[in-house]
């Protein structure tokens, strides 16, 4: 049984500060890693992948995949309340679907 | 483009009726998936179609039936509803093969009494 663990929240952060959001997972097969992001009654919108070892950036979002912990983690600088939010990590393994976390739930205080 | 659409956005139902929910996508996707959400549970694969005239069994299948309709749509039916299907049900689309982004519908959110 495939699993991807997530801290379930909330993540507490103030407004400007960096949040760091953390998923593990235990199929070392995976090859293909998302976050989404989810407002409260809304549906997941994805926001970034990463598929080698390393860092990717966009804009103020990064995600950091470390294979040999089997460990991704997104990090969002200079925090907004807009991005409040449920963060969905989820793990492809070179097939067609994806086995989701169950989210981490951030809050940003203005 | 409207990406991926689903009707209806909201059904309540009696236990043992039957309906289904549509999907539709315009991205020229292969793939096409339906989750549940419910709290506390994550996000859990019902069925997925991984191209056009195929169709395999996700996590949580049972008391479900898909059919692919063609590329572009991909129906979920509930026979006969129980309590246990009140959820949020999400349909998904994606290219397909190793690199995976799905992308998500609106959500249908059913209860059923």
């Known amino acids: 049984q495939k699993e991807v663990e997530q801290n379930s929240g909330p993540l507490s952060v103030p407004e400007g500060a960096i949040a760091s959001l953390n998923c593990t997972y235990s199929?070392?097969?995976?090859?293909?890693f998302f976050w989404y992001r989810q407002y409260s009654g809304k549906s997941p919108e994805l926001i970034m992948f990463?598929?080698?070892?390393g860092d990717k950036e966009d804009g103020r979002f990064t995600a950091q995949l470390n294979k040999a912990s089997q460990y991704v983690s997104l990090l969002i600088r200079d925090s907004q309340p807009s991005d409040s939010a449920t963060y969905l990590c989820?793990?492809?393994?070179?097939?067609?679907?994806?086995?989701f976390g169950k989210g981490t739930m951030l809050l940003v205080s203005p | 483009n409207a990406g991926v659409t689903q009707t209806p956005k909201f059904q309540v139902l009696k236990t043992g009726q039957s309906m289904t929910l549509q999907c539709a996508q315009d991205?020229?996707?292969?793939?096409m998936y339906w989750y549940r959400q419910d709290p506390g549970m994550g996000l859990r694969l019902i069925y997925y179609?991984?191209?056009?005239?195929?169709?395999d069994k996700g996590e949580v299948p049972n008391g479900y039936n898909v059919s692919r309709l063609n590329k572009r749509e991909f129906s979920l039916r509930l026979e006969s509803a129980a309590p246990s299907q009140t959820s949020v049900y999400f349909c998904?689309?994606?290219?397909?093969?190793?690199?995976?982004?799905?992308?998500f519908g609106p959500g249908t959110r059913l209860t059923v009494l």
């Open positions: 998904a689309s994606s290219e397909g093969g190793s690199y995976n982004e799905q992308f």
């Open positions: 199929d070392r097969g995976s090859q293909s």
């Open positions: 990463i598929y080698s070892n």
């Open positions: 989820a793990v492809g393994g070179g097939y067609s679907t994806l086995t």
């Open positions: 991205m020229n996707h292969n793939s």
């Open positions: 179609s991984a191209s056009e005239g195929t169709t």
